[in-house]
């Protein structure tokens, strides 16, 4: 069974671009996650999507930040204008159940860097 | 304060040495924890949850203690492919929803 997927691997833009990542959840699973690593700080939640719903987008850091979920598979996560502070490295998870004893699996992330 | 807070190491240890790592947390009403461990550029995998009862799991040992707001991870025997970060992670009660807080980790390097 495939993993979680993500593209691109890496992606390098400047300061004022648009950058769109994406993720492809395991087969079957409702539940996605966004997560992000910016350097020398922890991982940090951004958004969590049952389905195509939005279920909670706390902790997205501001609006330039957009995520969907069209048809409830893939999910998208869009940066308009990109910032140099977006830097990082930016995971999507998903796990069959929205219940913590459900594990969720992580995809290898996706590492932007705004110059 | 940090919402789960670690010890960043890096704990440099040899082949076959015990090695502990501690965690606190906190948010009081969280429900969940857990144990992952990412590799040099990689994603993270759940290593095992914690349970208030504590867990084994080989040569991995997990405690909880919701009183002090505090969770470990014992190692026995380290192996070379021990050598990663480990995350404590909590995910706190928010309508039932499971998002996870992570702490930033502590790294392990197993020398031979």
């Known amino acids: 069974e495939a993993g979680v997927t993500q593209f691109p691997s890496h992606s390098v833009i400047e300061k004022g671009q648009t950058v769109t990542l994406r993720c492809d959840p395991i087969?079957?699973?409702?539940?996605l996650y966004w997560y992000r690593r910016v350097m020398g700080k922890e991982i940090k939640f951004l958004l969590h999507f049952v389905k195509e719903s939005k279920q909670d987008e706390s902790g997205m850091p501001n609006n330039r930040f957009l995520a969907e979920r069209t048809g409830g598979t893939y999910s998208t996560l869009k940066v308009q204008p990109a910032e140099l502070e977006d830097s990082g490295v930016y995971f999507c998870a998903s796990s069959q159940d929205w219940r913590a004893t459900y594990e969720q699996y992580f995809g290898p992330g996706t590492r932007l860097t705004v110059t | 304060r940090k919402e789960v807070e670690q010890d960043p190491g890096p704990f440099n240890v040899p082949e076959g040495a015990t090695v502990a790592f501690n965690c606190t947390y906190s948010n009081s009403a969280s429900q969940s924890f857990f144990w992952y461990r990412q590799d040099c550029r990689k994603e993270p995998k759940l290593l095992m949850s914690?349970?208030?009862s504590g867990n084994e799991d080989g040569r991995f040992t997990a405690q909880l203690n919701r009183a002090s707001q505090y969770i470990s991870l014992l190692i026995r025997d380290s192996k070379l492919s021990d050598s990663a970060t480990y995350l404590c992670?909590?995910?706190?009660?928010?309508?039932?929803?499971?998002?996870?807080?992570f702490g930033a980790g502590t790294r392990l390097a197993v020398h031979p």
């Open positions: 914690v349970y208030s």
């Open positions: 992670v909590v995910s706190p009660f928010s309508g039932g929803y499971n998002k996870l807080i």
């Open positions: 087969s079957g699973h409702d539940n």
